[in-house]
């Protein structure tokens, strides 16, 4: 009754090409905005700062990046925890090394760094596919992590193999560190990860995403009408790490504090960022953002609901966590193989009809 | 003989040795990906899991014992253990597989990687997660006769594994090319619509070769636990079996065994003289690394064909 | 149609193209030319070589031997992108379409050789890019407004049926505004009624764009009615070159079609 389209005519192309075409949905988005950045703060202590909201939006902007690459370029990629590693290390490294140094400025230069491992790693794209290529990516991400914890300079010689973030401000305000304010904190990444959600999502819906969709639908056909795989597959790669990268950069440097090279950046980053991704939706920022949702909640509900809840012990719980995490993906995967987006998407379908379904 | 010479071969042989080891993991994936396309996650858990099975059945203080204070000889655990990963196969057909065949091979990769945690899960909350050493009588120890004879250091275990192996593959030879239901599945890796419309069942066959890369997951299981014992840790051996399968390609099962054995070599090699320069701990990137480059070369693997593309 | 159409220069010449993989021979000493502005049609027996001889010109495919001249430039061979972006479009004998967009993305990535704003431009989508994309998604809708899809404009390809996919993968090679259009079979498969709204789309195309059009074709019939000149293939080789009806009443030709064998020698 109140989702209709019916009457908003477009009269030019740019209309059409709108973000949010339907008004109805150019004033739900504002109203989570809204929440999010003016209700939200108000409730944020530490627990659900470092527990609920930082992870969310922090796994969000890394699903964004490994989205970009597998949803819409068609390549699968298990060296996202690799990729974060190299994000986090040289963050820690640009704050170390140059104290002065913005933390912004910070954040986009270890994506930027992590682009350039990236398109290293994303070079053998342009001859194996498919799985072939998704297990060579695990070569990046067992190398980086090795790497780390390896080479001390990596570590600035830390005897204790950790890396840890000093605080910095901006505009004043203190972001990182143990005593940063989680409102600060959470409002920052808000900010962040919602800027660059709307460019990836520019991205996707203009040359460059239709020319990494044509890849990942059809790569010959792709060729054939002019699209250089080369060029497609290593911008994807590139912007993808990008993403990836600052998710390490904020995962480790505000939300963290510290991080110890295998523990944080392990395989099981890159199993967790993929289920969300496949979960959320493959193709869909959107979805990335319900993945990341999904995958960090859901285990904290479990957990309280066992421990508090039946009084379970902490390590029967967690056997319990991971046998319900592979049972609810089976099953998501067999009722909606297209993720929660696709769910949404139904659900908006049936919200124009009701409440006349035919 | 020259002892660096002798050093050199005896890292050879060990490393053709852990190789079998490798090519034992990446033989379970190869037969599920062959018969229905799906890259099996969970291969390296179903080691662990047949591993933890049979230890159950077999060990003093395992789980039958405690429940029933009795244990089963070795012959009737492993028998029991074939049992257990029968029906694996067919609850993982029943439950997850069926409702997903049409799906794309990443969804089916996203369901093994589920059914690993699941497993991984299942194991744990069954049979605990300590340490168990798994002992079937397999002898261990250094070969006396290669040492005596020509000073070389070899476990006899891992001599009993490239047995083994060599045995699993030519009986999994013979069932392939000669049986009915060889041909079946020979059908359906080929082509799935093609297999069904002449009235070959999809979910049988499944359910077949499941169980068929469950009893090879319970011999690698079998080897790998006499080896370091049944933990956790077992389950990544399916990560070491990774390189393997880009080397020797998904689809063959030569391919498996001599990738197996060029990654275990190489890796050894590597470990020994190269590890040292590098700060060691190498072992869990060298391999990818190794296949890697070889792929750059050689993208249709060792043993794969030249695909022609077509439009 | 007849004898008055007047053609310009060769827009395209293949000299004595050999093409093997492995062992088995493909294409064998092949030559013809495509006259700017003609229907060109491009026949034979199945596995005749038609389709390789496509993908020979637009680059897919490299020849062992042979030289191919494309408005006025000689070489050994062409590459995919090269062909495209200098004028070369085509559509295929299984619908190649990218499954997971819309008819208008689809038709859209027609364009992408036409588009020049940067990656950087286009996260922003601000001034130079959005124009460059509503400059672009008005020529698409032309085309869209051509082939008559309007309704299906949002629909994603994939639940299309047959035949408006075929029109689809007509609109993503027409989007690239080409001098040279390949047709791959773009009546197989298709009712009398959808074989003859290709027709005159085909034909449309050629007349309104003076577009050149070279087209592999099965049926006769419309061979025979929509092109200027035929060449035909048989195990590689070329065995006739000429207008419909030279072509015949070729005996080489009808032999090849008819599997009559040849017992002069």
């Excluded at chain 1, 930082?54 to 068609?74: D, E, H, R, V």
Aim: glycine letters at 10%; a negative charge; proline letters at 4%.
């Amino acid at each position: 009754m109140f989702y209709r389209e019916a009457g908003q005519f477009k009269t030019d192309y740019a209309s059409d090409q709108a973000l949010f075409p339907i008004a109805q949905d150019r004033w739900f988005v504002l109203a989570v905005l809204f929440v999010a950045v003016a209700v939200v703060p108000f409730f944020v202590d530490d627990y659900w700062a470092n527990a609920i909201t930082l992870p969310f939006l922090i796994y969000a902007l890394a699903a964004i990046g490994l989205n970009l690459l597998t949803g819409y370029c068609g390549q699968v990629s298990l060296g996202t925890g690799g990729f974060m590693a190299v994000g986090a290390f040289s963050t820690f490294k640009l704050t170390t090394a140059f104290p002065e140094l913005n933390f912004i400025v910070v954040i986009l230069l270890s994506g930027a760094i992590t682009a350039g491992v990236g398109v290293l790693f994303g070079i053998p794209s342009l001859r194996i596919k498919g799985f072939y290529l998704a297990v060579a990516t695990l070569a990046a991400q067992f190398f980086l992590v090795w790497l780390f914890n390896k080479v001390d300079w990596f570590l600035n010689y830390s005897p204790t193999g950790q890396i840890s973030m000093p605080p910095r401000e901006i505009f004043g305000i203190l972001i990182t560190g143990p005593r940063a304010a989680p409102e600060a904190k959470y409002l920052f990444c808000l900010i962040f990860i919602g800027i660059f959600a709307l460019l990836a999502k520019n991205l996707v819906r203009g040359r460059v995403g239709r020319s990494w969709m044509a890849i990942r639908d059809m790569d010959i056909a792709a060729e054939l009408i002019g699209i250089r795989p080369l060029e497609a597959k290593l911008t994807a790669f590139a912007v993808s790490s990008f993403y990836v990268g600052m998710a390490g950069s904020l995962y480790f440097g505000v939300w963290l504090g510290a991080a110890e090279p295998i523990e944080a950046f392990g395989i099981e980053q890159s199993f967790l960022v993929l289920f969300m991704i496949i979960v959320g939706g493959l193709g869909s920022i959107l979805g990335s953002f319900l993945g990341a949702a999904f995958i960090t909640l859901m285990p904290i509900l479990m957990k309280n609901f066992m421990v508090d809840g039946l009084q379970l012990a902490v390590v029967t719980a967690k056997h319990i966590e991971i046998t319900m995490l592979g049972v609810l993906i089976i099953f998501f995967l067999i009722v909606e193989p297209h993720g929660f987006a696709r769910l949404w998407q139904i659900a908006k379908e049936k919200l124009r009809l009701w409440p006349f379904p035919h | 003989m020259n002892p660096e010479l002798l050093f050199f071969l005896e890292t050879v042989i060990g490393g053709l040795m852990a190789g079998v080891m490798y090519a034992l993991v990446a033989l379970g994936f190869v037969l599920i990906f062959k018969a229905s396309g799906i890259f099996n996650f969970a291969q390296g858990v179903m080691c662990l899991f047949a591993a933890l099975a049979l230890y159950d059945f077999m060990a003093p203080g395992g789980w039958v014992d405690r429940w029933f204070g009795f244990t089963f000889p070795v012959w009737a655990a492993i028998a029991l253990t074939i049992v257990v990963m029968i029906i694996l196969a067919w609850v993982i057909e029943r439950f997850v597989l069926q409702y997903l065949v049409q799906q794309e091979p990443i969804i089916l990769f996203m369901a093994t990687i589920g059914l690993a945690y699941v497993l991984e899960g299942v194991g744990d909350i069954l049979f605990g997660s300590d340490v168990k050493p798994l002992d079937i009588g397999l002898p261990q120890g250094a070969s006396d006769w290669l040492l005596d004879n020509f000073n070389l250091y070899v476990e006899k275990l891992e001599v009993v594994a490239a047995v083994t192996a060599a045995v699993l593959v030519t009986v999994l030879a013979v069932f392939f090319q000669r049986t009915r239901i060889g041909r079946a599945l020979r059908a359906v890796a080929d082509d799935h619509q093609a297999a069904l419309s002449v009235g070959i069942s999809l979910r049988t066959i499944w359910v077949i070769v499941w169980s068929v890369s469950g009893i090879v997951a319970l011999v690698a299981g079998i080897m790998w636990g006499s080896k370091s014992g049944v933990q956790f840790s077992l389950s990544l051996i399916a990560l070491k079996a990774l390189p393997v399968l880009i080397l020797g390609g998904f689809t063959s099962v030569p391919g498996a065994i001599v990738g197996g054995l060029i990654i275990g070599v190489g890796e050894k090699i590597a470990e020994v003289y190269l590890g040292p320069l590098v700060g060691g701990a190498i072992e869990n990137w060298f391999a990818y690394m190794l296949a890697l480059a070889f792929l750059l070369f050689r993208p249709q693997g060792l043993f794969g064909e030249r695909i022609i593309e077509r439009v | 149609m007849e004898g008055d159409r007047k053609f310009g220069d060769p827009i395209l010449e293949v000299q004595d193209i050999n093409l093997s993989f492995g062992g088995v021979t493909a294409l064998e000493g092949v030559s013809f030319d495509i006259l700017n502005g003609e229907v060109r049609a491009i026949i034979g027996p199945n596995g005749a070589g038609k389709s390789s001889m496509l993908n020979v010109i637009n680059g897919f495919y490299h020849p062992q031997q042979g030289q191919i001249t494309y408005k006025g430039k000689t070489r050994r061979q062409m590459r995919p992108h090269h062909a495209a972006s200098s004028g070369i479009a085509r559509t295929f004998q299984n619908i190649a379409l990218f499954k997971g967009m819309s008819t208008l993305d689809n038709i859209m990535t027609g364009r992408n050789t036409k588009m020049r704003k940067n990656l950087l431009w286009q996260a922003l989508y601000l001034g130079p890019a959005k124009r460059e994309e509503l400059e672009h998604r008005d020529f698409v809708e032309h085309v869209i407004d051509f082939l008559e899809i309007q309704a299906i404009r949002k629909t994603p390809v994939g639940k299309l049926p047959y035949g408006m996919q075929k029109r689809v993968e007509l609109g993503r090679a027409l989007a690239a505004e080409p001098e040279l259009l390949l047709l791959d079979e773009p009546m197989a498969g298709m009712n009398l009624e959808e074989k003859e709204d290709m027709c005159r789309f085909v034909l449309d195309v050629n007349d309104q764009f003076g577009t050149t059009i070279a087209l592999i074709e099965h049926d006769m019939g419309v061979v025979m009615d929509i092109s200027d000149r035929v060449v035909v293939l048989d195990y590689g080789k070329k065995i006739a070159d000429g207008t419909p009806e030279e072509v015949r009443a070729d005996q080489r030709v009808i032999e090849a079609y008819l599997g009559v064998t040849r017992d002069d020698n």
